[in-house]
């Protein structure tokens, strides 16, 4: 596979899995994970699917990174600094937490409530990233049957869940 079209058929994958584990966008790390894909490219063994090795390249670089900002944080800060760092910002009220995650919990339980093969398509599409292209090939089943189920599972969430929206 060409290194370029691999980049671009993982692109949106690479970014998500980034912002979902460092809660913010980061392009060097995204250079990162295909710079560490192409120094390893050897590595790769076709037991699994290309994708996977990707993601798992990117939540690693991911997790790296936030061990390492972590890490020069706390070397870095002196007691007054670590102090000041570690008061909380009252912007954000209990109650506001609390409405949150039962806000969360909702939408879970809503997403739960699903039949099983519209949650699956939910899953791999909304929540992990996947191309409708790339979840019928894992699902074995027409793009159409995929498009449709995805389109009548987020009626049903919207019916579930129009309170939220």
């Given at each position: 596979m060409d290194?370029?079209?691999?980049?671009?058929?993982?692109?949106?994958?690479?970014?998500?899995?980034?912002?979902?584990i460092t809660k913010?966008?980061?392009?060097?790390?995204?250079?990162?994970?295909?710079?560490?894909?192409?120094?390893?490219?050897?590595?790769?063994?076709?037991?699994?699917?290309?994708?996977?090795?990707?993601?798992t390249i990117a939540a690693n670089v991911a997790k790296d990174y936030l061990k390492s900002a972590w890490f020069k944080n706390s070397q870095n800060s002196t007691s007054d600094?670590?102090?000041?760092?570690?008061?909380?910002?009252n912007k954000i009220t209990p109650e506001?937490?609390?409405?949150?995650?039962?806000?969360?919990?909702r939408i879970i339980?809503?997403?739960?409530?699903?039949?099983?093969k519209m949650k699956e398509v939910i899953m791999l599409c909304e929540i992990q990233g996947y191309t409708y292209e790339d979840a019928s090939k894992k699902l074995k089943c027409p793009i159409g049957t995929i498009k449709s189920?995805?389109?009548?599972?987020?009626?049903?969430?919207?019916?579930?869940?129009?309170?939220?929206?």
């Amino acid at each position: 596979m060409d290194f370029n079209e691999l980049v671009k058929l993982n692109k949106n994958n690479v970014k998500s899995i980034i912002r979902l584990i460092t809660k913010q966008e980061n392009e060097d790390l995204e250079q990162e994970v295909y710079i560490k894909a192409w120094r390893n490219r050897e590595r790769y063994q076709e037991k699994g699917s290309l994708k996977s090795w990707i993601n798992t390249i990117a939540a690693n670089v991911a997790k790296d990174y936030l061990k390492s900002a972590w890490f020069k944080n706390s070397q870095n800060s002196t007691s007054d600094d670590y102090t000041l760092s570690s008061v909380k910002d009252n912007k954000i009220t209990p109650e506001d937490s609390v409405v949150s995650l039962e806000r969360q919990k909702r939408i879970i339980s809503a997403i739960e409530s699903l039949k099983p093969k519209m949650k699956e398509v939910i899953m791999l599409c909304e929540i992990q990233g996947y191309t409708y292209e790339d979840a019928s090939k894992k699902l074995k089943c027409p793009i159409g049957t995929i498009k449709s189920r995805i389109f009548n599972a987020k009626k049903e969430l919207g019916d579930k869940l129009e309170d939220l929206l």
